[in-house]
């Protein structure tokens, strides 16, 4: 009777963990987003120091200029940028021509359009620009080509999800998990120079900082679907792209990058 019911206990332990796996397993977006589209992932989890660590395993850690402060984030820490001088610059990427792409971030803005405010991107003298900004007359997306401008600000001083894919045809600029705003047409060349979270750098633009803060940010090689967007934006970016182990206590354990090095 004891070994009955002592295997009924086991049976049923592992039934459950069983299910709990399964779940963890299907959670929408998990098996949607392939970490090998990842071209950068900025978690900004580091909570000090003077660098931006790169989780998607391509080794494209930012570096800290000026003197951005390690704050509390949407998702664990963040990184809050003054307006004036503070950035982080990113490594040069692959230049690409009409090829899909995404960008995904959490910011919290905090509403001077006194100048254009950078989330990210660079600019030079050719037609390589990418802009993804805040100015006066609303958020601007510019892909080397192609461009367009007014589209809806995210809400001052409050976390907000913001993004935009490009499938090789259409951009489309995502507030929140909706889509708000799109354009066609072919993007040329762009990419090469250094790009930058929180400014857009470059030769021929003084000033386009950020002010405020900044979590999570990501480029990917691929047009995200607005489902993932929504994963992302629900869930944290590390969660439902796969590439941080979450352990029972909601601790960071590990990341994509960590597991491939």
Avoid at 112 to 120: D, I, K, L, N
Avoid at 211 to 230: P, R, T, V
Wanted: include cysteine; glycine fraction near 14%.
């Amino acid at each position: 009777m004891y070994r009955s019911n002592k295997m009924k206990v086991r049976c049923l332990l592992v039934g459950v963990v069983t299910l709990f796996v399964a779940g963890l397993l299907t959670v929408p977006g998990y098996a949607k987003i392939d970490p090998k589209t990842l071209t950068g992932v900025w978690l900004l989890e580091e909570g000090n120091g003077k660098v931006a660590k790169d989780s998607s395993g391509n080794k494209n850690d930012g570096n800290l200029m000026g003197n951005p402060k390690w704050v509390d984030g949407k998702f664990g820490k963040a990184m809050e940028f003054n307006g004036v001088s503070d950035y982080v610059d990113l490594p040069q990427l692959p230049e690409q021509t009409n090829q899909p792409l995404s960008f995904t971030a959490w910011i919290k803005w905090g509403g001077s359009t006194a100048t254009t405010r950078g989330v990210w991107g660079y600019t030079n003298v050719a037609t390589v620009n990418c802009h993804f900004e805040i100015q006066a007359a609303g958020m601007r997306l510019r892909l080397g080509d192609i461009n367009k401008t007014g589209m809806p600000s995210p809400p001052v001083n409050q976390w907000a999800s913001v993004g935009f894919t490009y499938d090789g045809t259409t951009a489309r600029y995502y507030l929140n998990g909706t889509e708000v705003g799109s354009f066609s047409g072919n993007t040329g060349t762009i990419f090469g120079p250094e790009a930058a979270l929180g400014h857009i750098t470059g030769v021929s633009d003084a000033g386009r900082f950020f002010d405020g803060l900044i979590d999570e940010a990501a480029i990917f090689n691929q047009a995200l679907k607005k489902e993932d967007i929504q994963a992302i934006m629900n869930q944290g970016l590390g969660r439902a792209l796969g590439i941080t182990a979450v352990s029972s206590a909601g601790k960071l354990a590990g990341t994509w990058g960590d597991i491939k090095r």
